[in-house]
């Protein structure tokens, strides 16, 4: 007797010992072959590992044929079979698990076998101008990677710099993928070309503008940035393959400095989504070698000496000079502590600058401003102004302001309070938008 559905689509009537029976001999029998079955040899699935100074990433062996298995939308078992199914699901959860532990050991292996000191204080060619930290290269190799890994990708980095981050994407790209590396300065693309040949690392590195990417050598899997550009160049999205990575530092609101970190996805339309923003401090992408790292390149309103304002109200009647000068000497400064001294205070900065960002978007106000003082102290500040009223919060922990009384110094006082009320959100907890614009897609931070 068959137990598929008639024709008339009704299931025939068993009794319960002839219905139950051949179930329960089923379930006893695969019982006993999961008792019985011996254990696995060799890695187990998903706990790839990677031994000390291995230079490429380990993925993790495919899983083992077995019972086919319908999973809902969010990984829950459907049908009859749930226990069994259910143990699947959570097999692979634990996996994906074990594939993002994976990939950060990858990366600790690639930091092992790339030695730092070798692009960064070379004894023939000595040290570049400026460095990354180390701890922000990893934090950003790992967001770029997202929850896979870049074993075997075609990557693109946008910022040369020392060489040394290209070296530890070659490791992490393997002898499978291929990195191509362009930097605009043309002494830095030198320094890194005869770094990279010193140890046989196969970087291939050019000079040119980053902003037009390499098309020679497109389509990529994964664009990388160490620089910040003012909008996603429309040059990368057409590089990078749909389905690809970008993953960059940029601008998240027109003002200097005001720069945050996008992982976004390219889509079949040359569009981005999957959209993931993040905090960052990095030097502004120029269309020209640039020779003032501590000053910015992008939305300077004003100038006097090296300090300088900028500020979201441009093209306005008022005259951002009279604000620069109302900041360079406050009628009125308090603490406003942020934090410890060092890190912390400066992630608290950067998020406070964050959310006033997104503040300032969401709410129309056009006011942000940003402002630097400049040698010798290079403090840096952010806030409302106009013509006639200013006021900052600088990374040092203090309100400036035009006076004491200042409306600026009260709308910096409330969107300050509305942050600390929220949990002092950053980068991470905001909304993002992104839209086309004029070459490129313009990135905003705004309040969730």
């Known amino acids: 007797m068959t137990t598929e559905a008639g024709a008339n689509g009704s299931i025939p009537a068993r009794t319960p010992a002839a219905g139950m029976l051949p179930i329960a001999v089923a379930l006893l029998r695969l019982r006993a072959c999961l008792k019985a079955a011996p254990p696995p040899t060799g890695r187990p699935r998903c706990a790839a590992t990677v031994p000390a100074g291995a230079s490429a990433a380990v993925s993790p062996p495919p899983p083992t044929p077995g019972p086919i298995t319908t999973l809902g939308p969010l990984g829950e078992s459907i049908g009859p079979d749930r226990p069994l199914r259910t ?47 180390q701890a922000a290269i990893e934090r950003d190799i790992l967001r770029a990677a997202g929850e896979g890994d870049l074993t075997g990708r075609r990557i693109l980095e946008i910022g040369t710099g020392t060489g ?27 320094r890194a070309r005869r770094l990279h040949a010193g140890r046989n690392c196969p970087v291939r590195v050019v000079c040119g503008d980053g902003h037009d990417g390499v098309p020679d ?44 970190h996008l992982r976004a996805t390219v889509t079949e339309e040359a569009t981005l989504t999957a959209l993931r923003l993040g905090g960052a401090a990095y030097v502004d992408m120029g269309h020209e070698v640039n020779t003032t790292l501590g000053t910015p390149l992008f939305y300077v309103d004003a100038r006097a000496g090296e300090s300088y304002l900028s500020v979201a109200w441009r093209g306005r009647d008022d005259d951002p000079d009279v604000a620069l000068a109302l900041l360079n000497a406050p009628a009125h400064v308090e603490d406003h502590p942020l934090g410890e001294e060092g890190p912390q205070r400066a992630a608290a900065w950067r998020d406070a600058r964050a959310y006033l960002a997104a503040r300032d978007h969401a709410l129309g106000i056009s006011s942000l401003t940003t402002w630097g003082s400049g040698a010798p102290g290079w403090i840096a500040g952010v806030g409302f102004s106009c ?54 897609w313009q990135v905003r931070v705004t309040l969730p």
């Not at 530890?168 to 002898?175: D, H, K, N, R, S």
């Open 164 to 190: 040394y981050t290209g070296a530890l994407l070659a490791e992490l790209a393997g002898p499978g993928g291929t990195v191509m590396s362009v930097d605009i300065d043309a002494r830095l693309v030198g």
């Open 87 to 133: 143990t699947v699901s959570v097999s692979s959860l634990t996996c994906e698990k074990r594939r993002r532990i994976v990939n950060a050991d990858t990366l600790s292996a690639a930091v092992a076998a790339v030695p730092r000191e070798h692009y960064t204080d070379h004894p023939v060619h000595g040290s570049p101008p400026q460095t990354t930290a």
């Open 217 to 260: 050598a497109a389509p990529f899997d994964v664009i990388i940035g160490w620089c910040a550009p003012t909008i996603v160049p429309g040059a990368w999205i057409k590089q990078v393959r749909p389905g690809g990575i970008i993953s960059t530092p940029i601008y998240i609101a027109p003002v200097a400095r005001a720069v945050g």
């Open 387 to 440: 013509g006639r009223h200013a006021a900052v919060l600088t990374d040092s922990g203090q309100l400036r302001a035009d006076r004491k009384d200042s409306p600026a110094l009260a709308e910096l006082r409330d969107a300050l309070t509305a942050w600390e009320g929220a949990g002092r959100p950053g980068s991470e907890q905001l909304a993002v938008m992104v839209s086309p614009g004029e070459g490129g």
